[in-house]
Nanobody
Framework: QVQLVESGGGLVQAGGSLRLSCVASGRISTNHWMAWFRQAPGKEREFVGAVSRSGGDAYYSDFIKGRFTISRDNAKNTMYLQMDSLKPEDTAVYYC?????????????????WGQGTQVTVSS
């Protein structure tokens, strides 16, 4: 069992930045892919981006590229989401997720461990 805890959310003005963290514990290992998803009010949860087991490769949704950066520090069992140039439409609860396979990195159903989420609110 893998436990994930997100932090770093908050209220920020449009154009600002936030850095989210996700600390993993339990049976987490470098075999786990880790990802960020988000869910805005009234919308389905959507893929933001994922980072490979080694942290050497990151994959992003098209609407994120160039503004967000995902990184991972396996020594600290922590994944980060650096969010720059934030827009009001980025307002959502951001969730950390982990899975042990490389299949379907953007598919919610393949992730078996989830954090409780952290709220990000971007004001205009």
């Amino acid at each position: 069992q893998v436990q994930l805890v997100e932090s770093g959310g908050g209220l920020v003005q449009a154009g600002g930045s936030l850095r989210l963290s996700c600390v993993a514990s339990g049976r987490i290992s470098t075999n786990h892919w880790m990802a960020w998803f988000r869910q805005a009010p009234g919308k389905e949860r959507e893929f933001v981006g994922a980072v490979s087991r080694s942290g050497g490769d990151a994959y992003y949704s098209d609407f994120i590229k160039g503004r967000f950066t995902i990184s991972r520090d396996n020594a600290k069992n922590t994944m980060y989401l650096q969010m720059d140039s934030l827009k009001p439409e980025d307002t959502a609860v951001y969730y950390c997720a982990a899975k042990a396979t490389a299949q379907g990195i953007a598919v919610i159903q393949f992730y078996d461990s989830w954090g409780q989420g952290t709220q990000v609110t971007v004001s205009s």
